[in-house]
């Protein structure tokens, strides 16, 4: 581990959000690869019907890949600036804290990276203490409308179902855990999708979030239809934008609510969407990120080494592999292929990296975003 001084990261903030691909774009002129998310365990007490790895878990993890590996490939990019680890649940195996999750902590604290940790804050409240120091942000999904919501989709993908009681244990310990991790400084920012259960519970969600759980961010996403929510209802696009406005309507005006992966573009010729954009433009302590898949972040998973573009994993399956390749690489060869070519569109006026492939596919799957730039470029000027 390297001896000299380690630097400082600015807080967080509405003015800060490392993860956002457009700050790259604006430092180095074009999509930089700065973001690596890592699976580091497939193991989770919980198996939610709406997780990405949900129907993947396994009772035992296969031993991970060397960390020797794992610094060398992470050193070999001079612009990595967030780290993202994910499981399963990253806090459940003691074996993988002490293994991967801890040394990647303290790797990322030496080299004054930014670290989001995705986890379901049920466990123990001294496992997330113990490694408070080397959090960012601590990031948990909240997509609970009612406890019965909490208890059926929260374990949804287990064969053995746990006891009713055992389950009410787990959400209380969440809500407790929050709470008390945002009280003693943490930045725990809960993500709420967008969809037809969550629809009817904005609100109570909302508040849960900022005054139960006291989050400091509660973040916004649409859910689109992956294989692994495909039990989960997605939302026409006019009730989408119904529940945004909504939600700017209710929502507590002190907490950051952060929207992402929106699929409203200032490109599309509808004046309903040009008010709602300038709406979140100019609502205070409300942000919109480009989907940083693909854009500046690779998914890294410790077992296999196998590389993946995350949301777009289920196009476009396994990229590479980092026994092999550098990361450096294999970005720069994913940027080159055609599915990202076709996606990768740019508008400088208005900060937009285009769509993803599942909000491309589920919404416009006759719009040529590629030709709505060059149109775009033409009416603005823009480079
Ligand atoms: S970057 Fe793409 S999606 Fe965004 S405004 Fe331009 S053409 Fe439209």
Redo the contacts with the bound molecule.
Sequence with gaps: MPTQSIPTKKPISINNDPWEAYNDVEQYGDLTLSNIEFTTTNLCNMRCSHCAVGYTLQTKDPESLPMDLIYRRLDEIPTLKTISITGGEPMFSKKSIKHVVKPLLKYAYHRGIYVQMNSNLTLPQDRYLDIAEYIDVMHISHNWGTIDEFTSVGFGAMEKQPPLKAKLKLYEQMIDNASTLSDQGMFVSAETMLNQSTLPHLEKIHNEVVHDMKCRRHEIHPMYPADFASSLNVLPLKEMKRAIHYLLDIRDPETWMLFGTLPI????NDPQDQALLNRLRETENVTMRNDPDGRNRLNVNMFTGNVIVTDFGDENGTISNIKTDRLTDVFEQWLASPLAQALN???SK?N????NVLVKNMYYPNTD??E??R???LMYNMD
């Design positions: 573009y200032p490109c599309i569109c740019h508008c208005f937009c990296l285009g769509p975003f590629r709505k730039e149109e775009m470029h």
